[in-house]
């Protein structure tokens, strides 16, 4: 079956502190892969999409990287900030339709950073 | 280019009314969904479309319907609406490369 696994669930950091968000997947055949942010009442919004043959991307302060191999993806984000403070989702495509009509979702980190 | 629009933004109902929401995208994307998602929660597939003219049941399709006649639209409906489908009802498109969101229509059902 597949599956998006976020870890961890929740995490508090201070300001200014860097932190690292995992995501594992067993989607396949696998297109690519989305980090998205989502703030307390709104839309996801996507940070960064990688697709099989890039390992790295950045976005500002979000770097994202991806092991197609061991399918394994995580999140960096540098120098937090208190607008960091919110769920931060993995999604997966299949590259054709599946059952999901091929997204699968991971149930996200909830980021909460504290002055 | 206005991505993903949803309407309503928010919407009061009464148990047992029914109610219509839209979805546009002006993308030409042919992939559409509609995802409800609970506080503390996350999104929870309801129905998706692979096209116009095609649905599909997602995850929790219980109690709603969706048509897709348009390929810029997607409908989500709510023939009998209960207290249990109160939530904040997200909408996305996407053309093989990930979704791009609306922002959300929240419902309270009373």
């Known amino acids: 079956k597949n599956q998006v696994e976020q870890s961890p669930q929740s995490l508090i950091i201070l300001e200014g502190k860097n932190c690292t968000l995992q995501?594992?997947?067993?989607?396949?055949?696998?297109?690519?892969l989305r980090w998205y942010k989502q703030d307390t009442g709104r839309g996801p919004v996507s940070l960064t999409i990688m697709t099989f043959s890039e390992n790295t991307k950045s976005n500002g302060r979000y770097t994202a990287t991806l092991d197609a191999d061991t399918k394994q993806s995580s999140l960096h984000i540098t120098a937090s900030q208190l607008s960091d403070s919110a769920s931060y989702i993995c999604?997966?495509?299949?590259?054709?339709?599946?059952?999901?009509?091929?997204?699968?979702f991971g149930k996200g980190t909830k980021l909460s950073v504290k002055p | 280019n206005a991505g993903v629009t949803q309407t309503p933004k928010f919407r009061v109902l009464k148990t047992g009314q029914s109610m219509t929401l839209l979805c546009a995208q002006d993308m030409n994307h042919e992939y559409m969904y509609w995802y409800r998602q609970d506080p503390g929660m996350g999104l929870r597939l309801i129905h998706y479309?692979?096209?116009?003219?095609?649905?599909a049941k997602g995850e929790v399709p219980d109690g709603y319907n969706v048509s897709r006649l348009k390929k810029q639209n997607f409908l989500l409906g709510l023939e009998s609406a209960a207290p249990s489908q109160t939530s904040v009802y997200f909408c996305a498109s996407n053309k093989g490369f990930g979704a791009f969101f609306g922002q959300g229509t929240r419902l309270t059902v009373v």
């Open positions: 995501c594992n997947y067993t989607v396949s055949p696998f297109s690519n």
């Open positions: 999604v997966v495509s299949e590259r054709y339709g599946g059952s999901q009509g091929n997204l699968i």
């Open positions: 479309s692979v096209g116009e003219g095609t649905t």
